[in-house]
């Protein structure tokens, strides 16, 4: 690969960056809005305080087809779940606690969490613009601390522990006789308390006994006073973060480790089934809501709503059932204290195998030096000092190439009509002066995995959530409010431009290239401060290490050179 295709790949690889963040920002899809929920719920005629007008045509057709694949759930092999789901909100039971509070509706499901400590509840911080917008009255409303904040969207059609019976009798009654509990109000301070809610249909008593601890996870052990059929869920994702650019879906760990996701949109009517799963759960960028079993893997069964959003359940074939569940952020010490296979809620993507170890060595920073920004600095530091070998490799290499520019442009005017001649006098050419037509760009695409890897910690770590780093910045997983990381982190760039040989023969090239760092800096300009803290800092160290490798093949040209003039010097005195 010679120099131009490496400045090409280096191009393609900003620009492909630069197209991803755009559609990220503005098409990617939307989440779920509580004003909303009406288009989002597909559900059944025979639902119950549901009116046929509340019923879009897509869930009328996604129950016709449901139907003729399927008349029955009532076994394991099941392959879509009930459409019918209820939709009551009268309160029956609250829990309050120092952390967060929790609130239990008559049908026996978790219909809210709210967390109350200062890091999910402090206002955001707001911008120069919005400064300004205040000043003249063009803002208006007040941003403010939250006493509370709810993570689970208003009137969705599942909850954590709902429950839906293969015989649609004890579905209609369960959806219309309310629990009755021990309690109604339950104060938590640092030990457990369990809550009991009974529910009578008849025939079938339904016992919940709920262990709520103060760390917001719980057990609940399901008792029936006859085994029958059904399914439990672990509901409807979060929605207590409206960022687009991450995972919002449902998420599985299989028992192999293999992790199984259905995306906001991608689920399918007919269902999916996975009999081995270590864990459900529900997330979006900071929050989950999930269910796991210490004993057993579980069977559980993905459907659809309308616009393909995932409706999990677990499939629960026993008289007594015991589950334990979460609702909360997803802080990875958390929940790797809870259960070590939790951890896998938090997700990076496709790089997740290795971002992870990131994560690790980030929080082993912040554990001995206490801010979230300075470890993330230090990080940087250390991610470069490991790769610096690679980095000075390719550096290396591209002086070199830009060296031989001059030879290079006279073997391509003289081999112009000759190809075959051309390569050889090229190899010829590379070989003699020891350069490497993959040497800058190798190191580069080695590289690339460790930036995208940084890039998702850093997106997606609920710990970073009003992480402050000094000074102006009170909170690192939100943008710079007054821009000033994203300016440097683009002087930064056009610096480390500047520096870095080039040898461009297209002037278009020349002119997208010199362009970059102002897109990437309009572009990136509200990604979270934490993320272009990290990229200018990668920026300026990069600038160091190019002005120490300048100088020192600056010092070796010169000494090649007086080296030259004395080995000439010498022959002469030898000739005379």
């Given at each position: ?6 400045l090409r ?35 059944s ?36 779940i009930?459409?019918s ?37 402090q206002p ?27 993570l ?87 929605n ?48 989950t ?18 616009k ?135 190191p580069?695409?080695?590289?690339i ?45 056009y ?35 934490g993320?272009i803290?990290?990229?200018t ?18 010092a ?19 000739t005379?």
């Open positions: 690969m010679d120099k131009q295709s490496n790949l280096i191009l393609a690889v900003a620009i492909s960056f630069v197209i991803i963040v755009i559609w990220s920002k503005f098409f990617a899809p939307e989440p779920i809005q509580n004003s909303h929920a009406k288009d989002e719920v597909s559900i005629k025979q639902t119950t305080n549901i009116s046929d007008d509340s019923i879009p045509q897509s869930a009328i057709d996604a129950t016709s087809k449901q139907n003729s694949i399927q008349n029955s759930y009532g076994t394991n092999s099941m392959k879509g009930p459409l789901t209820p939709k009551n909100k009268s309160n029956l039971v609250t829990i309050e606690s120092k952390e967060f509070d929790m609130d239990i509706d008559t049908l026996g499901t978790i219909t809210q969490v709210y967390l109350k400590a200062d890091k999910y509840t955001h911080q707001e911008g120069i613009f919005t400064h300004l917008g205040r000043l003249f009255g063009i803002v208006n409303g007040e941003n403010k601390k939250l006493d509370r904040l709810p689970l969207a208003d009137n969705v059609p599942l909850y954590p522990l709902q429950m839906i019976f293969a015989d649609s009798n004890y579905t209609d009654k369960a959806n219309t006789i309310p629990y009755i509990a021990d309690r109604n109000h339950i104060v938590l301070g640092d030990k457990p308390e369990t809550l009991i809610l009974t529910q009578d249909l008849g025939n079938l008593q339904i016992q919940k006994v709920i262990t709520i601890n103060p760390n917001m996870t719980y057990k609940v052990e399901i008792k029936l006073s006859n085994p029958t059929h059904y399914i439990i869920s672990n509901g409807m994702r979060p207590a973060d409206s960022e687009g650019y991450v995972f919002h879906g449902v998420l599985l760990q299989k028992k192999n480790g293999a992790i199984e996701k259905i995306e906001d949109g991608d689920a399918e009517v007919e269902g999916q089934n996975f009999d081995d799963a270590l864990f459900i759960a529900s997330v979006d960028r900071y929050y809501t999930l269910l796991f079993s210490m004993d057993k893997p579980l069977s559980t069964t993905i459907g659809a709503f309308g393909g959003l995932p409706r999990p359940f677990i499939n629960v074939n026993s008289k007594n059932e015991v589950l334990h569940g979460y609702i909360g952020p997803k802080d990875y010490k958390l929940l790797k204290s809870i259960n070590q296979d939790l951890t896998s809620v938090v997700e990076y993507g496709r790089i997740t195998f290795f971002a992870k170890y990131i994560f690790a060595l980030l929080d082993f920073l912040y554990k001995h030096i206490g801010n979230w920004g300075i470890s993330i600095i230090i990080l940087t530091i250390i991610i470069r000092i490991i790769l610096f070998p690679l980095s000075f490799k390719g550096m290396v290499g591209m002086q070199k190439l830009k060296d031989l520019a001059p030879k290079m442009k006279e073997i391509q005017t003289k081999h112009k009509g000759d190809p075959q001649k051309l390569q050889a006098a090229m190899m010829e050419l590379y070989k003699k002066h020891g350069a490497n037509p993959l040497g800058g760009c190798l580069l695409l080695l590289q995995p460790v930036f995208f890897a940084i890039y998702r910690v850093l997106y997606n770590a609920v710990e970073l959530k009003n992480a402050p780093l000094m000074f102006w910045i009170h909170d690192l997983s939100v943008m710079d409010p007054y821009f000033v990381l994203p300016i440097l982190m683009g002087i930064s760039m610096l480390q431009q500047s520096l870095t040989p080039t040898n461009f023969t297209d002037p278009i090239q020349e002119k997208v290239f010199k362009w970059l760092p102002i897109i990437f800096t309009i572009f990136l300009i509200t990604f979270p401060a993320l803290l990290y990229w800092i990668n920026n300026i160290i990069s600038i160091i290490q190019q002005l120490a490798i300048n100088k020192m093949l600056d070796r040209k010169q000494k090649e050179i007086e080296e030259h003039k004395h080995k000439k010097h010498y022959n002469k005195s030898e005379k």
